[in-house]
């Protein structure tokens, strides 16, 4: 038996999300390395093109792309149906209750979240191996809206249950709210927010595009007002009773919400380009996505000062503790390598600052890069720890 299922937790819905996050990291590189000047992303036609017609440095990455995207997509989706099946058999114990009442009963909106992002896996999956996908595309659209509005009530139910049993009464303890792991419920909102909002860049219709933005908006709102709403409320605790060691991990998260609220609004501002005669320059989105970019950074710089402190990298990734809060490690790294590419592409490229494909173009690339396999390392590591076969006699130990 593994850790995972020894000692289970929501969080390890976490582990889904990581590789499903990878899995659009290696998306990136066919997003902004290979020509699509007929769609907003690049399909498997384009791909295709590549492959036969292009130079074999370009051939082997977009083939390195695909084989990542491919391997973290099942991954991805294997992760996912295992803590399904094990989130079902943890509400049935006897421990469920006593979880759902105490702080980390929040942990459940993990489940929605990795659910979102599974639809954006699937959707690049599409985008990447179907040919003549973009053909039938705007059937797809209204789809994936239903699915993101489906996910999005499992979320507003679980976190209606959560905040409405603590103001009916009580019971939060707020001198141990000494972490960002209630910013959670506001990761799985923005995910979704984001999913939504697709359509708004992508879809030919007015009223799919006006849909999308409208119902994408509102997700995004309210991640936003939950994310301050917890930042404010958890400082004070940090300070009065110090950061729980085992949940440090989290003091990042606002790291991936920012990634998530930018692509959202990159897709908006998109949508609202091409079908309501709203322009936005070069100079605004540079601007904009410096800006989150900027947060990223100083929250990186707290968690990682905070995390050194405590020791938390010898204890639970490279020493023999485990907590499945580990795997919030994951999405930070993820979220930066995803944010400085369209940093690079959709900021400082298309303000011409910086030369598509010159020297300065790679060098911001390869740190972008660098983020995205230290995480496939981190990954590696913390599936050793978490998910490997142990002796009985390991886990009792763990």
């Known amino acids: 038996m593994s850790q995972a299922e020894n000692k ?16 659009v990291t290696f998306f990136m590189w066919l997003m902004f390395w290979v020509p699509h000047p007929d769609q907003p992303v690049p399909i498997f036609e384009n791909n295709w093109a590549v492959l036969t017609g292009g130079s074999l440095i370009e051939q082997a990455m977009v083939l390195a792309a695909m084989a990542g995207i491919a391997v973290f997509a099942f991954l991805n989706v294997k992760l996912l149906a295992f803590n399904l099946k094990r989130f079902a058999a943890f509400r049935r114990s006897e421990g469920y209750e006593a979880f759902a009442k105490s702080n980390a009963g929040s942990q ?20 990447t191996f179907v040919p003549g996908l973009w053909g039938v595309v705007e059937y797809l659209f209204p789809l994936a809206i239903i699915a993101f509005l489906a996910i999005g009530w499992i979320a507003f139910r679980e976190l209606g249950h959560f905040v409405g049993a603590r103001l009916q009464s ?18 799985a909102l923005a995910m979704i927010g984001v999913g939504l909002a697709a359509p708004s860049a992508m879809s030919g219709s007015a009223l799919v ?10 997700f995004i709102v309210v991640a936003v007002v939950l994310a301050l709403i917890v930042l404010v409320m958890s400082v004070r605790p940090m300070l009065e009773n110090g950061v729980n060691v085992e949940a440090a991990p989290t003091l990042m998260v606002v790291i991936p919400i920012m990634t998530v609220v930018g692509i959202a609004l990159l ?10 005669d709203v322009h936005g320059g070069a100079g605004e989105t540079l601007m904009l996505l410096t800006k989150l970019l900027s947060v990223q950074v100083a929250f990186g710089l707290f968690g990682l000062a905070v995390l050194s402190r405590v020791g938390y990298v010898a204890r639970f990734v490279t020493g023999q503790e485990t907590s499945a809060g580990s795997y919030a490690l994951v999405c930070p790294g993820v979220a930066l390598s995803v944010m400085l590419h369209f940093w690079l ?54």
């Open 108 to 127: 459940v909106l993990a489940m929605p979240l990795a659910l979102a992002m599974t639809v954006n896996v699937g959707f690049i999956l599409g985008l």
């Open 345 to 398: 592409n959709k900021g400082l490229v298309a303000a011409d600052l910086v030369t598509k494909f010159s020297a300065a173009y790679w060098a911001i690339s390869a740190l972008a890069v660098a983020f995205q396999f230290a995480m496939i390392v981190l990954v590696w590591m913390l599936a050793g720890k978490h998910f490997r076969k142990a002796p009985p006699a390991a886990l009792a130990t763990a």
């Open 209 to 218: 595009a006006g849909t999308s933005l409208v119902l994408s908006t509102f």
């Open 8 to 23: 289970y937790s929501p969080l390890y819905f976490l582990a889904s999300l990581g590789a499903g996050g990878l899995a």
């Open 170 to 187: 009580g019971g939060f303890n707020c001198s141990a709210n000494n972490t960002f792991a209630q910013m959670l419920p506001a990761f």
């Open 267 to 276: 897709r908006q501002n998109h949508g609202l380009h091409v079908h309501f």
